[in-house]
């Protein structure tokens, strides 16, 4: 309504009428006097007196019935060409603003669309497309967040109301006990996943880049889950190649490490295996990260590193499908790249790779001495 007052003009536009009455008199006034100046000269006429009057007041006439049909055209050509698409934009702007970012503007086909008001309406669809996306993650974000945090607080909930029963003999009290420590554990896991993958996705993070050994990192992070592959009697096999050096965030990269291995053990079965390899490909290194669990189908596949998203309902418990978005995050905040092999009943195989630091040049001299002595003894 308000975008119809404001551009609801009329097609007569007084400045207008006045700009091309100006403009018209001058130039209509001065090509008559040149005129007739010209044929008085040549054909040697003398004009009377009321006959330059009628001649004046004729040319006068002219001059406001055409600046009339100027300001007329240019009044219809600007309700069309300017103030029709102006408040198409302006009620889709609006809209946008009341929260509807299903509105979009249809084109105008003007005579050049590309550098006209099409150009921004198509620019306006853009951002209201993008807006709608947002909007949807964002619903979807909380909708997730608050289930997630309702589950544990429940479980909680639960247990500490029987924990109030009097009757309770002291192994079921300390059995409830652990179920309400490990749900806030969960919960408190869940909120710190959270914070990092915010402040990773609004670049609050900047990576601290510095020379290291990958192989230790990796085999210092996997011993941290030695409780874990104990109590579920899994086998662990690493290939690590050694003097494999990096130059990146290791804390960073501390996360999708501890990541992987938290899921490779908790979809593995007791008795199962896990394997962890390091090679060099290349300017790159490459790790993997496998498992023979119960695997994963393609469609879910398709969205494996999506927030909270979890292709394996029954290990919903375990985890809060935020792992793996934060393990695709940070590597592309460390210019790395991960991918993932897997087959239903059979395991996965999560694969990352990162570019590999250069050999400093005296290394590199004494490994070439090293190798010849190695092969002429």
Same mark, same amino acid.
């Given at each position: 309504m308000k975008a119809d007052s404001k551009y609801g003009r009329f097609l007569f536009s007084l400045r207008s009428y006045a700009a091309f009455f100006l403009l018209m008199s001058f130039v209509i006034t001065c090509?008559?006097? #040149? $005129? @007739?100046?010209? @044929?008085?000269?040549?054909?040697?006429? !003398?004009? !009377? &007196?009321?006959?330059?009057?009628?001649?004046? +007041?004729? !040319? $006068?006439?002219?001059?406001?019935?055409?600046?009339? #049909?100027?300001?007329?055209?240019?009044?219809?050509?600007?309700?069309?060409?300017v &103030?029709?698409?102006? /408040? /198409? +934009?302006?009620?889709?702007?609006? =809209? #946008?603003?009341?929260? *509807? $970012?299903?509105?979009?503007?249809a084109p105008c086909h003007g005579i050049d669309d590309r550098a006209g008001f099409d150009t921004i309406i198509d620019y306006f669809n853009r951002m209201a497309e993008e807006l709608s996306g947002v909007e949807t993650l964002r619903t979807d974000f909380i %909708?997730?967040?608050?289930? &997630?945090? =309702?589950?544990? @607080?429940a479980v909680m909930q639960n247990y500490g109301t029987m924990l109030q029963s009097p009757d309770l003999t002291e192994k079921q009290r300390m059995e409830y006990a652990k179920a309400i420590t490990g749900q806030s554990r969960r919960l408190a896991d869940l909120i710190t996943n959270i914070l990092k993958l915010n402040r990773l996705e609004n670049q609050q993070i900047y990576p601290a880049a510095k020379r290291y050994n990958l192989g230790e990192q990796l085999a210092g992070c996997l011993l941290d889950f030695e409780s874990t592959w104990e109590k579920k009697n899994i086998d662990i096999k690493t290939d690590l190649e050694e003097d494999v050096f990096v130059e990146s965030d290791d804390e960073l990269l501390s996360l999708v490490w501890n990541n992987l291995f938290s899921n490779a053990l908790k979809f593995t079965e007791a008795g199962g295996t896990v394997s962890v390899t390091l090679k060099t490909e290349g300017a790159y290194a490459a790790v993997r990260v496998a498992d023979n669990g119960c695997g994963i189908s393609p469609e879910t596949g398709k969205h494996i590193f999506e927030k909270f998203y979890q292709g394996d309902t029954?290990?919903? %418990?375990?985890?809060?499908?935020?792992?793996?978005?934060?393990? =695709?995050?940070?590597?592309? +905040?460390?210019?790395? *790249? +991960?991918?993932? &092999?897997?087959?239903?009943?059979?395991?996965?195989?999560f694969t990352v790779k990162i570019r590999r630091a250069e050999v400093k040049p005296c290394k590199r001299i004494l490994k070439t001495i090293f190798a010849a002595i190695s092969s002429a003894s």
């Open positions: 090509c008559m006097l #040149l $005129f @007739l100046n010209t @044929l008085a000269t040549s054909m040697e006429i !003398t004009y !009377t &007196e009321r006959e330059v009057r009628l001649a004046a +007041i004729s !040319t $006068f006439v002219n001059v406001i019935f055409l600046s009339l #049909l100027c300001t007329v055209i240019d009044g219809v050509r600007r309700r069309f060409m &103030e029709r698409p102006v /408040r /198409r +934009i302006v009620q889709g702007a609006e =809209k #946008l603003m009341q929260g *509807d $970012f299903s509105v979009r503007i %909708a997730n967040v608050s289930h &997630e945090l =309702k589950t544990p @607080l029954s290990h919903a %418990a375990q985890g809060n499908g935020l792992g793996l978005a934060l393990v =695709k995050r940070v590597a592309d +905040i460390v210019g790395g *790249d +991960i991918s993932v &092999e897997s087959e239903v009943g059979k395991g996965s195989i």
